[in-house]
């Protein structure tokens, strides 16, 4: 992929993320919790998605993707504990998706949402340098 092409899909990422947790950030103030936990997980997809393009690591899986990020940004310390967000993303938005009553809070939810602002803004930092 030409530089250009792939600085343009980055930008379109992060932009996407910005959107998309936006629209968490609606559902939640509707307590649409569900609704919620699936945009912040998407939305954090899209910023890793990003890294991932960054480095031109290419997967055809959530869970590969997971694996990445953990491996090359978590274990490294390239970015802090609040990237365990999007682990924790990735779990409750399975569980909101899949279990027929998710144990889902306000508070708990809104927590999630908070942290991934946090990492959002750690991911475009390392993305815009």
């Not at 030409?2 to 609606?26: F, G, M």
């Not at 559902?27 to 480095?55: P, T």
């Not at 899986?61 to 609040?82: D, E, R």
Request: with cysteine; net charge positive; charged share 25%.
């Amino acid at each position: 992929m030409k530089e250009e092409d792939k600085k343009a899909l980055i930008k379109y990422r992060l932009q996407n993320t910005t959107e998309i947790l936006t629209e968490a950030k609606l559902m939640l103030e509707n307590k649409m919790l569900k609704g919620g936990c699936n945009r912040i997980y998407y939305a954090l997809f899209n910023a890793v998605h990003g890294l991932a393009l960054k480095d031109e690591f290419s997967c055809k899986t959530h869970s590969g993707l997971q694996t990445y990020f953990n491996k090359n940004y978590l274990k490294t310390n390239v970015i802090s504990s609040v990237g365990d967000v999007y682990n924790k993303a990735l779990v409750m938005r399975g569980e909101s998706d899949y279990q027929i009553t998710p144990d889902l809070t306000q508070n708990v939810v809104n927590e999630l949402f908070d942290n991934a602002l946090k990492l959002q803004e750690e991911i475009t930092k390392i993305l815009n340098k």
